[in-house]
């Protein structure tokens, strides 16, 4: 179950990725804008902003994502991205970190840029981070005998399957598109009491939650915890600095005039 409140918590680092990736599309008049896997819907309002004149087409595979999302006036429905096609209007679509959740998802990309109108924009993002202290933090817990049974099946014990920059780069070539494909790592300063575990609480260790009863999840934390801070170690001034590497890749496809 996704919580709204905990993902907007670091609203300013979790959108920043969002505006870079968007500010590389060169769309003028877009018919049909398409946000996938638009979350409380907070950004979906950015792609309104930026295209007045387009269609905005909204969805999320989490109920109480959607729920956010309508609540902010966006028109979100409740939708698997693997099941989303675009129409014949969808002249430009962004994905922001979610298909490392999708398993085979440069298939899927492949899929839609074959299928989206010539002159459409493709744009998505994911993390790019899950080598990093944090996720092998996650996994090393995950895996001690007490929690690898409920955790095995969530995923959650393997490094998320995304591919390189040269790799999306490729994929979405091979399907007819000129590729804009880059990384960032962000320095993110966190502040705050365990501020890594509070991060990763809105997103990595989301299905460890859901697996796990309200005791043995309290007991998972208070593991992981002191193994967050010493790989994040808490400076004098309150700050804990938390590296952060996203992939990106904005394809156009070829115009056919």
């Given amino acids: 179950m996704w919580d709204p409140k905990q993902y907007l918590a670091f609203d300013n680092h979790r959108s920043r990725p969002f505006f870079e990736l968007v500010n590389r599309v060169g769309a003028e008049r877009p018919r049909r804008v398409v946000d996938l896997g638009c979350g409380p819907g907070h950004l979906t309002a950015v792609l309104s902003e930026r295209w007045p004149d387009a269609v905005v087409e909204a969805s999320d595979s989490s109920p109480e994502m959607v729920a956010a999302a309508r609540a902010r006036g966006v028109h979100a429905v409740l939708q698997d991205v693997r099941d989303w096609a675009p129409e014949d209007d969808t002249d430009v679509v962004v994905c922001n970190a979610v298909l490392q959740w999708v398993e085979g998802h440069p298939a899927l990309l492949s899929d839609w840029a074959g299928k989206l109108p010539p002159g459409a924009w493709l744009a998505m993002q994911v993390p790019g981070n899950f080598d ?12 001690r005998q007490e929690y690898r049974e409920r955790l095995e099946p969530t995923g959650v014990l393997q490094p998320r399957n995304v591919l390189e920059p040269t790799g999306y780069a490729t994929v979405l070539s091979a399907a007819g598109c000129a590729v804009d494909a880059w990384e960032t790592t ?9 501020p890594v575990l509070t991060w990763v609480s809105g997103t990595a260790l989301r299905p460890v939650r859901d697996a796990l009863d ?12 002191p193994m967050l801070r010493d790989a994040y170690p808490r400076h004098e001034d309150g700050t804990t600095w938390l590296p952060f590497r996203r992939l990106f890749a904005v394809a156009h496809k070829a115009d056919r005039r």
Avoid at 186 to 194: A, H, K, M, S, V
Avoid at 214 to 225: K, M
């Fill in 214 to 225: 309200d005791a043995t999840w309290e007991r998972f934390i208070a593991e992981l915890a």
């Fill in 132 to 143: 990093a202290p944090s996720h092998r933090c996650i996994r090393e817990v995950a895996g």
């Fill in 186 to 194: 962000y320095i993110q300063r966190l502040t705050g009491e365990d």
